[in-house]
């Protein structure tokens, strides 16, 4: 008979990021490419050695730390930062009471959330897009802090960025149901 674990409290009712896996997955494969190209091309022309090896095998970690994904996660009232160098980047925002949203100008494009706790996060926007129920704790967080009367600025960023989640959304349902 096998005994089921107990969730822990702060597991229940989170939501994660759903492409977090593949996205992992990619960037294990990348590292492991360029070391499965590496280190034989540097055999064939004669010049590996065990500490030409390391120094690949160490590249091949620098690229697999660059490339790894953040985790994203939320439970009601907070998301979730989590970095590769764990704990170290995890930070946690009460949704609930959001004073400031902001959109970073640029390429990146990232998100800020600031707190009545003094306490921030940076968010890729994307990850939200690609996972409406994400998109919607964090909206839920934020109706709540606009009740409150602790959201000050940002109201517009959310908008639009609502807009485009539930443009996307509309769209991958007339795409799934073949409508045009």
């Known amino acids: 008979m096998e005994r089921r674990r107990a969730p822990r409290p702060e597991r229940r ?22 070391l499965c190209l ?12 065990p500490r030409r090896a390391a120094l690949w095998l160490l590249l ?6 660059l490339l790894h994904p953040d985790r994203v ?30 959109q970073s100008p640029g390429v990146s494009r990232l998100l800020l959330l600031c707190d009545a706790h003094g306490r921030w996060l940076e968010l890729d926007p994307r990850v939200l897009e690609a996972n409406p129920l994400l998109w ?13 009367g602790t959201f ?15 443009g996307a959304t509309a769209r991958s349902v007339l795409d799934a149901s073949w409508i045009d």
């Open 73 to 102: 996660t939320a439970g009601d009232g907070w998301p979730a930062v989590r970095g590769p160098l764990r704990e170290r980047r995890v930070r946690r925002v009460r949704t609930d009471a959001l004073t400031l949203v902001r």
């Open 60 to 65: 091949a970690m620098i690229v697999l730390v």
């Open 38 to 49: 590496a280190v034989p091309l540097d055999a064939v022309a004669g010049t590996l050695t």
């Open 152 to 166: 000050s600025e940002g109201e517009d960023v959310l908008r639009r960025l609502g807009e485009r989640i539930d």
């Open 136 to 148: 919607h704790r964090l909206e839920a967080g934020a109706r709540r802090s606009r009740a409150a």
């Open 13 to 34: 009712g989170t939501i994660g990021d759903r492409h977090w896996r593949a996205d992992l997955r990619h960037a294990l494969g990348c590292a492991l490419a360029f």
